[in-house]
T-cell receptor, first 110, second 111 residues
Framework: GQQLNQSPQSMFIQEGEDVSMNCTSS?????WLWYKQDPGEGPVLLIA?????ELTSNGRLTAQFGITRKDSFLNISASIPSDVGIYFC??????????FGTGTSLTVIP | DAGITQSPRYKITETGRQVTLMCHQT?????MFWYRQDLGHGLRLIYY???????DKGEVPDGYVVSRSKTENFPLTLESATRSQTSVYFC??????????FGPGTRLTVL
């Protein structure tokens, strides 16, 4: 079935560094969403993107909806320890089926 | 409290038993969703509902049944539990089909 591939799978960074991750699909998506999941909890919505090329920020987070509508990018600036968690991209494809990405695990070293 | 709740939070059952996981939201969101989360597979959509009395299959619906007689509730039933259904189950809701807000999850173990 449909798969959203995220890269990298995991990241280990120093506190204060910037982070970049991306998500790619084999099919076109109408909306891109980015979620963060802490251990033992449900995913929390960070950013929603609705138009190709759209760039949206939420504090230190910035996400972009790729021009081809098959990819999206998430950047975190000046990382802090509470940024630790798993980041998922997600969205509905043109068939209105909703998919989540494979996840990027982020570890921030103080 | 406002939000989305799931019950039970933890459940252990035996193969072949029927299990129902409950989901309740107080936002009056139109859409509700059930996902399972497994290592190596991420989150996969089981069923979703666009409104009361309307349900549709997701990516992995086999072995599950849902109903939505009221907007605020969306129970998920495993009619005859199997070991492969051991997982963490998340319910979510949203006013539109895109942005979704998740519950805390139910950890189900089938022995």
């Amino acid at each position: 079935g449909q798969q959203l591939n995220q890269s990298p799978q995991s990241m280990f960074i120093q506190e204060g560094e910037d982070v970049s991750m991306n998500c790619t699909s084999s099919s076109i998506f109408n909306t891109w969403l980015w979620y963060k999941q802490d251990p033992g909890e449900g995913p929390v919505l960070l950013i929603a993107l609705y138009k190709a090329g759209e760039l949206t920020s939420n504090g230190r987070l910035t996400a972009q909806f790729g021009i081809t509508r098959k990819d999206s990018f998430l950047n975190i600036s000046a990382s802090i320890p509470s940024d630790v968690g798993i980041y998922f991209c997600a969205g509905p494809n043109t068939g209105n089926q909703f998919y989540f990405g494979t996840g990027t695990s982020l570890t921030v070293i103080p | 409290d406002a939000g989305i709740t799931q019950s039970p939070r933890y459940k252990i059952t035996e193969t072949g038993r029927q299990v129902t996981l409950m989901c309740h939201q107080t936002w009056s969101h139109s859409y509700m969703f059930w996902y399972r989360q497994d290592l190596g597979h991420g989150l996969r959509l089981i069923y979703y509902s666009a409104a009361a009395d309307i349900t549709d299959k997701g990516e992995v619906p086999d072995g599950y049944v849902v109903s939505r007689s009221k907007t605020e509730n969306f129970p998920l039933t495993l009619e005859s539990a199997t070991r492969s259904q051991t997982s963490v189950y998340f319910c979510a809701s949203g006013q539109r089909g895109a942005e979704q807000f998740f519950g805390p999850g139910t950890r189900l173990t089938v022995l």
